[in-house]
Nanobody, 123 residues
């Protein structure tokens, strides 16, 4: 069974940085990986995605230029480096993996999900 485990969340002041990690166990790290987030009372939001090769990444306008996604296939781990954090980035962040994904921002295309890690940005 594939398991994903996020870590690295926490409390940070606005303008600060955090790096999230997503460790995958139970299978070789193949497929597209992504990060989503959900704030209280809001819908889930696509944050970033990276293809298997690591050469192609995707970001929404809300985080582009501030967040960087990366993956280390040898370590079965994906990362999300977040800089210049804003209070509106406060949410639970989830990592996910899937194969044959065409629409990277669509939650339904991912097969496996982690339990999430809380990121809180204070103003």
């Amino acid at each position: 069974q594939v398991q994903l485990s996020e870590s690295g969340g926490g409390l940070v002041q606005a303008g600060g940085s955090l790096r999230l990690s997503c460790a995958v166990s139970g299978r070789t790290l193949t497929g597209t990986m992504g990060w989503f987030r959900q704030a209280p009372g809001k819908e889930s939001e696509f944050v970033a995605s990276i293809r298997l090769s690591g050469d192609t990444t995707y970001y929404p306008d809300s985080v582009r230029g501030r967040f960087t996604i990366a993956r280390d296939n040898a370590r079965n781990t994906m990362y999300l480096q977040m800089t210049d954090l804003k209070p509106e980035d406060t949410a639970v962040y989830y990592c996910a993996i899937g194969r044959g994904i065409r629409s990277v921002s669509s939650r339904s295309e991912y097969d496996y999900w982690g339990q999430g890690t809380q990121v809180t940005v204070s103003s």
